[in-house]
């Protein structure tokens, strides 16, 4: 009896020095809902397997990791883990979020920052995926160059939110502001739902890029000669209150089917390109409006209240090239369309599936030798199947194949060999079926075959290592859209090109500066999907 006496409390002496002084290196902690204080070292892991965790973190290095298990919740008391990467699959309710290097945050649950926040020192990269939810109640500024914040999912920011640095920020999806945006310098690809409920100000060298919808209650101010817009979706200045404009001191260059739409708008920069622009008040033209030479571009205005019909704008005294036209059209449909150049991430929250959250990786749909071939790759449980469905009109969808998920197997690939080739229009979805037997399906790809005017495209070297080409020949010349997706489905490059009837080739230069990995090369004209194929970077 004495011995075990003395065994057991030297296990509490252990238990207790463990406790107060963890390990000095690669310390598991596994925390099922307490208040108790971490303090993480390089390599230290705290993993949040249940309950609700109160306590306080203290991170003084980088290194150390923090996970959110699905059933979970994170609500530290004190949060210094700015160092920490940081995983949640649950919630997590943070007092701050001011960060420093070392840090790392992705996110498929639910994320709410109470106070102010920051990435400060290093580079960082913060990854918001489908499904996944983040809010910061106050001000958000990304401080930091070389870093970049992601959002698949939605963004909600109550309060500022800043792009200080040659950093990104990239939106497939939803992004809120309910305060204002403002940028300094870096860049902005927007290709979902890019929304302030007060003003958009882009200063600096700013480079933003619109693929989608842009839209901002209280303005959109292109501020100085450095910052540059490439739209190629829709960019909406609303009324709501009662200051809708426009003004451009930088370079705007508009694509073919990109619409701009507001009250007011002045130019005093460079506005190239092509596109719809639709005013209902007063316009001013100060600065450079169009390209010289002949050009295939057509810049459309429609000034619903223009005074002065021998002018494009009310008032004019800046050059207004012959490719500025003025033309009567309807005003875009600001509520309900969903543009070609959306996000698939986008279009699938606007139509109600739901892409497999936390576990889909991508999925494309090409036609290769007049098979259409399907490729998609998923982390999943045990017991998982993925259903093959097909339509031809994008509302009734059958079944054409039940595919078992594999263990350790996480790309797959069917070939629709009974497919309908006389159907120029195809549409397919996987439905993923759960070992619970929830349902989740993917985005809808399609797949368009070429009519016989269209020419033939093929994309080599494949795979490449540095940029590759594109031959395109025609029977008649041509507008082409180049779109280049990679492996999240976000679009890397967008460009528009002239084609002569006869043989072209493109060469992607930009392509040099692709990671390794696998890309979708799109290719379309005049909205029409002509050509897609996969292609890869070794």
């Known amino acids: 009896m004495k011995t075990i006496k003395t065994a057991s409390i030297l296990a509490a002496i252990i238990a207790v020095i463990f406790f107060v002084f963890p390990a000095s290196s690669q310390t598991t ?195 100085n000669n450095s910052t540059t817009v490439y739209n190629t979706g829709f960019i909406w200045a609303t009324n709501s209150a009662n200051n809708s404009f426009i003004t451009n001191s930088g370079t705007i260059i508009n694509g073919a089917n990109a619409k701009m739409k507001s009250v007011t708008f002045t130019n005093y920069g460079t506005f190239t390109g092509s596109g719809y622009l639709y005013f209902t008040g007063v316009t001013t033209g100060s600065g450079s409006f169009g390209v010289a030479g002949i050009t295939t571009d057509t810049i459309r205005v429609y000034d619903v209240t223009r005074s002065n019909p021998s002018t494009i704008f009310d008032n004019q005294w800046g050059t207004v090239r012959p490719n500025v036209k003025y033309a009567v059209f309807a005003a875009p449909d600001t509520t309900n369309s969903i543009l070609a150049s959306c996000s698939s991430q986008y279009a699938s929250s606007l139509s109600g599936i739901s892409i497999l959250p936390i576990t889909w990786n991508y999925f494309y749909a090409n036609l290769i030798n007049e098979i259409p071939v399907l490729d998609w790759s998923a982390q999943f449980d045990p017991g998982t199947y993925y259903e093959v469905q097909r339509s031809y009109d994008n509302t009734n969808f059958v079944s054409v194949a039940t595919i078992a998920a594999e263990t350790n197997k996480t790309i797959y690939k069917y070939e629709d060999t009974k497919a309908d080739n006389r159907k120029q229009v195809i549409y397919y979805r996987i439905k993923g079926i759960e070992p619970t037997g929830e349902e989740k399906f993917t985005a809808i790809r399609v797949i368009k075959r070429a009519n016989s005017n269209n020419g033939s495209v093929v994309v080599s070297p494949n795979p490449f290592t540095s940029r590759f080409s594109i031959n395109y020949e025609t029977i008649a010349k041509s507008s082409l859209t180049i779109r280049i997706y990679n492996n999240m489905g976000q679009m890397t490059v967008s460009k528009t090109v002239n084609a002569a009837a006869g043989f072209n080739q493109f060469t992607i230069t930009e392509a040099a500066q692709f990671p390794k990995g696998i890309y979708v090369v799109e290719i379309s004209e005049e909205m029409k999907v002509i050509s897609a194929q996969k292609i890869v970077k070794q």
């Open 29 to 223: 902690y596994i925390d099922n809902g307490t208040s108790n204080t971490y303090t993480l070292g390089n390599g230290d892991s705290l993993y949040i397997r249940s309950g609700t965790f109160t306590g306080i973190i203290n991170t003084w290095t980088s290194g150390s990791k923090i996970t959110v298990a699905q059933n979970a919740s994170f609500k530290p008391s004190s949060f210094s883990g700015n160092r920490s990467k940081v995983i949640v699959y649950g919630i997590a309710v943070l007092p701050s979020l001011n960060t420093n290097s070392g840090f790392g945050l992705t996110n498929y649950g639910t994320i709410t920052v109470t106070g102010d926040a920051a990435m400060n020192g290093g580079a960082q990269t913060w990854t918001n995926n489908y499904g996944a939810t983040i809010t910061f109640k106050e001000s958000m500024a990304i401080n930091k160059d070389g870093s970049s914040f992601i959002n698949n999912g939605t963004v909600n920011s109550n309060d500022d939110f800043y792009l200080y640095s040659n950093s990104s920020l990239i939106n497939t999806n939803t992004i809120t502001f309910s305060g204002n945006f403002k940028t300094s310098k870096g860049t902005v690809n927007n290709s979902g739902r890019f929304y302030s409920k007060k003003g958009i100000t882009l200063s600096g060298s700013t480079s933003f890029t619109n693929t989608c919808r842009t839209i901002t209650d209280n303005g959109f101010v292109v501020d």
